[in-house]
């Protein structure tokens, strides 16, 4: 039986799928997974000067404290 794949706390990066397109690190999608199974930003095609993401893919993560 198939299985979906587990739940993040956290979404996915957006890509630039234009940068991506002939990427052969990603094959064109933009993303790797990990060997811990988390998608980060292709450090190939998505890196820019200076080796930052685009802005647009920037991804932002709120943590919150636990409640007592």
Do not use: N, Y
């Not at 940068?19 to 790797?32: F, N, Q, S, V, Y």
């Not at 990990?34 to 930003?41: I, N």
């Not at 450090?43 to 930052?52: A, E, L, N, W």
């Amino acid at each position: 039986m198939a299985h979906g794949a587990p739940h993040s706390p956290t979404p996915p990066p957006h890509p630039d799928l234009s940068l991506a397109r002939d990427c052969e690190h990603c094959l064109g999608w933009g993303t790797i997974v990990t060997h811990d199974g988390d998608h980060e930003l292709c450090g190939t095609c998505q890196s820019g000067p200076d080796d930052d993401p685009p802005a647009d893919t920037a991804v932002r993560v709120v943590r919150r404290s636990p409640r007592s």
